[in-house]
């Protein structure tokens, strides 16, 4: 009961002055301790009215910071009584370092004034649908877009990696997200993937009907997994607009890093961030995502939510995969390593400024009769949630970046790219074409993070409609590019003052390596080597970010 808030006394009570819900209740751990608890629009607020703590401060703790709330009767039999507990996730301030990051606060009342306990559990039942309808409300979508009614109830499909990064996902679910689901009281599926393209087959042919959203705990790779395979999927207009979440589970997290960004918090790490990304996943409330069409020499295509990297970039996330044993570090003792031997790539690329064409909403169907923001993992207070279930594969192998991503045969399905024309034809007369044929490294952003430490595109957004282009010019230092990747820890890249460095803002682009080697990426995944050209479609795809 500890729990405090920067909010002040505004907003704590109704518009005519008065709380909504008042009471007084014991502590569910000790009934020598009571609370005055009252409820308005936007908080919780509880004072300590025992004689021996008076003059302690009232823990008031704001609605948008709750996750849900549960009902569940005591197994006391001398005083029937019934409790709720309200689970919240507010800022505060951590023990040993500067910053502030999601913690958990749980305040749990025991409700006893009458000897009947239907009585209790009936007063129990309307605080925690209270409590739960004040949160509902206090969900605001993202700047920009609409939100339509709430969604009863939200059936999630949970896929785990067990093998990515560290090969902590699946314990780290155990940990802390499979709790958060149960107290938002979150009906899901859990299930591990058993190898490469598990996750992608599934999709493919699955029934998504089932679910209401699909969240993946790993990496980005098993996401690029999810993406590819519904947009191979026949009914693919359909299939593509289901809510998509990520939690951080692998080594990069660049996608789980720039959603904790978007949300306008203080940059975090680690189990801080899957805090976060929980939080917001509990919130459900689904924004537009842009996704990239990439179309390869062979005649494959494929969809894209991250990024695009030739040189420097894609040596070093592949190359540093032999580090995986280090978490998220794989991609500094990379950068070093690759550092030492330096080198520089023959290539042309051309591309379609963002001035010269404009980005139109990608008008897609919404499934199941949800908008673009309806928050469908909200549920009225019950007794016990849900409960999980498991479908366990005792995989030997998972998805790894360092083998070719595999892509369709057919580039059929999807939308038309209306900017591109074939590999072999010469680029449009509106398109700029880079004089530059000696490169360090070409990197293509639709999201502001290339890595949890990594604000590759700082002022990207996952709607805008663009490409964030950026390349390296042969000529730089090795000094001068780390100092380039140091202040991409913070966003600060574009303003160091490099001259090696370009960037521009793109609606699609064409990169012809003539280097003989090298290694191209999509995601982070490995596509194959050669001609290739990518076109942003806004909005294609939906993701849950709170």
Known sequence: MDAKSDDSDRGRWSDDGEPLLYGEFTSAASRKVRYAVSLSDTALTAQRITAASSGRGAAVLNLRDCVGCRVFMTEDDAEPGACFSAYFYPFKRRWMSS????????QCFRVAPDQDPQVNLREAERWAQAISEGSIRQRAPRQGTACDPVRLPGRLLLLVNPHSGRGQALSLFLGHVQHMLTEASIPHTLLITERQNHARDLVKEADLSQWDALVIMSGDGLLFEVVNGLMEREDWEQAIQIPLGVLPGGSGNALAASIHHYSGSQPVSSEELLVSCGFLLCRGLPSPLDLVSVSLASGARLFSFLSLAWGFVADVDIESEKYRYVGTARFT???LVRLASLRVYQGRLAYLPAEECPAPRQASPTPHGLGLCSSFFCHPPTGSSEPATTHTFHNSCNSNNSTKAEVPSSSSRGPPDSLLVPLEQPVPSNW?????????????????????????????????GLIHLY?????????????LFLAMEKGAHLSAGCPHLVYSKVRALRLEPLSPKGVITVDGEVVEYGPLQAQVHRGLARLIMG
């Open 99 to 106: 910053g502030a990051a999601r913690q958990r606060v749980e």
């Open 432 to 464: 700029t074409v880079v004089k530059e044929e000696n490169f360090v490294l070409v990197l293509a952003m639709y999201q502001s993070h290339l890595a949890e430490d990594l604000m590759a595109a700082p002022g990207a957004a996952p709607d805008d």
């Open 333 to 335: 003792v990379g950068t």
């Open 471 to 483: 390349y390296v010019q042969a000529g730089i230092s090795r000094a001068a590019l780390l100092r």
